[in-house]
């Protein structure tokens, strides 16, 4: 399983360790996920995603699930999300 988010693509940066007496050695910074369920209201399901904890703040912020993937781009999102974004839009657009 990567390491990356599957919402906002956000995945593992790299960069210095550096001690008191200024030797540097390379290290990871890995991103803040965490497994949650995120509910639709459009398909009244939940889909459980691994995400950071940046991006749950966004799908709180802008209103849900549904509005988080109506304004994501699908380069961003990981397939699995890609593919909820597209069947939201199909109720949306049977409806």
Do not use: Q, W, Y
């Not at 919402?7 to 008191?20: E, R, Y």
């Not at 390379?26 to 939940?46: A, I, K, Q, W, Y």
């Not at 995603?49 to 699930?65: E, P, T, W």
């Not at 509005?67 to 974004?85: C, M, V």
């Amino acid at each position: 399983m990567s390491r990356r988010c599957e919402l906002t693509g956000k995945g593992p940066m790299t960069g210095n360790n550096v001690s008191h007496a200024n030797n540097r050695t390379r290290r990871r910074f890995l991103p803040n996920l965490n497994e949650v369920t995120l509910m639709s209201d459009t398909l009244g399901r939940s889909f459980r995603l691994r995400i950071s904890a940046a991006a749950l703040r966004s799908v709180d912020h802008r209103g849900g699930l549904d509005a988080f993937l109506a304004r994501a781009r699908d380069s961003e999102l990981s397939p699995a999300a890609r593919k909820i974004k597209k069947e939201i839009e199909k109720a949306r657009a049977g409806a």
